[in-house]
């Protein structure tokens, strides 16, 4: 079942986000670093899981309660700039986040995720919605490619290193 996380369980967000950046490919798929996140005080979690206006996170909760995979949607405004200071030109959402863990891949569930972060964006009056993945992480990108995003040619860096290249997918309305 995908839902949508509520403000008590701060605790399993913090738990999910935490797993998914000791994941081997973590270093490709997230711009935050284990140590950095396992730093961070309660109340991070806490706000984090409380959400705000223009986020929403969901997750994939299985039979026993485990939570198999989580994305998260930010909205973008036209007219603003993005969380990596790039111009938005029309009304979108941003995927991020996106994580399913090891013993859940490859039996449609981050299809579901996906669905769910894309409704609700739409639902939101969202143009389009919109992704970066790691030039490198292939098995991303095909996940992305079933989803129906399709890339845009546009390939960014967000650090200074060179091989750390993303290229932006985009679901349109």
């Not at 369980?9 to 396992?38: C, I, M, N, Q, S």
Request: charged share 30%; no cysteine.
């Amino acid at each position: 079942m995908v839902r949508g996380v509520r403000a008590a369980e701060w605790g399993d967000v913090k738990r999910l986000r935490l797993d998914a950046l000791r994941d081997p490919v973590a270093h490709l798929a997230f711009l935050e670093t284990y140590e950095d996140a396992a730093a961070r005080p309660d109340s991070f979690w806490q706000e984090r899981a409380a959400g705000k206006p223009g986020v929403r996170q969901f997750v994939a909760e299985v039979p026993g309660g485990e939570w198999a995979g989580s994305v998260t949607v930010l909205l973008e405004e036209a007219g603003s700039q993005d969380w990596a200071g790039y111009a938005v030109e029309r009304s979108q959402a941003h995927v991020v986040g996106v994580f399913v863990r090891p013993g859940h891949r490859g039996n449609g569930l981050i299809q579901e995720l996906l669905d769910a972060g894309v409704a609700w964006a739409w639902a939101q009056g969202a143009e389009r919605v919109r992704l970066f993945v790691h030039a490198e992480n292939p098995r991303a990108q095909g996940a992305y490619l079933r989803a129906g995003f399709k890339p845009t040619g546009l390939v960014v860096s967000f650090s200074e290193d060179e091989d750390e290249r993303e290229r932006e997918f985009v679901l349109d309305r």
